[in-house]
């Protein structure tokens, strides 16, 4: 079974940089062609697609936070990571990790995290 | 850049069948898929491709998608389907656009 956990500082200050790291077990993540993606949900509110990694290393991002966005794989430990930097009381969210598809679909989801942005 | 429009919220008896909609412009030649997100809990894949049912989901649930519409189709519901559900697409130019999102209420 497939199952992907996040993890990472639940409290971000204003200007700093947010860092979560999602574990993979039941999956490589160096095969397969998925590609390893950052959604988040900001509190009562809907889903926004942050960015994916993809298996070769290639990575793309939502352009409206393309310049803030930083994704890595590290293969050997199974996981994958997200940096947002300067971080706004806007980016406060439930930040999951999840394995999408070619034809666009999540079928994998951690449980994710909640990132609050306060001083 | 690519909407999908979804209504706030549906209410439906148990038993009877809930449909939850997704617009979005010429969406039926696009493939959709649905989640169902129950509180304080990551969104769950219930259906993909427009009607393909992951394994472990209830024959229950299946999926719709022609021109602008897509369609969550729950029969018989219960009171476990009480939760909210988006739809999914991935797009050329806005790449991965989520509806939303509808609360399912079971009366």
Known sequence: QVQLQESGPGLVKPSQTLSLTCTVSGASISGGGYYWTWIRQPPGKGLEWIGYIYNSGNTYSNPSLNSRVTLSLDTSRRQFSLSLSSVTAADTAVYYCARGHRSGYFDYWGQGTLVTVSS | ?107
Do not use: M
């Open chain 2, 1 to 107: 850049s690519y909407v999908l429009t979804q209504p706030p919220a549906v209410s439906e008896a148990p038993g009877k069948t809930a449909r939850i909609t997704c617009v979005g412009n010429n969406i039926g030649s696009k493939s959709v898929h649905w989640y169902q997100q129950k509180p304080g809990q990551a969104p769950v894949l219930v259906t993909y491709n427009d009607r393909d049912r992951p394994s472990g989901i209830p024959e229950r649930f299946s999926g719709s998608n022609s021109g602008n519409t897509a369609t969550l189709t729950i029969r018989r519901v219960e009171a476990g389907d009480e939760a909210d559900y988006f739809c999914q697409v991935w797009d050329t130019i806005s790449d991965w656009v989520f509806g939303g999102g509808t609360k399912l209420t079971v009366l």
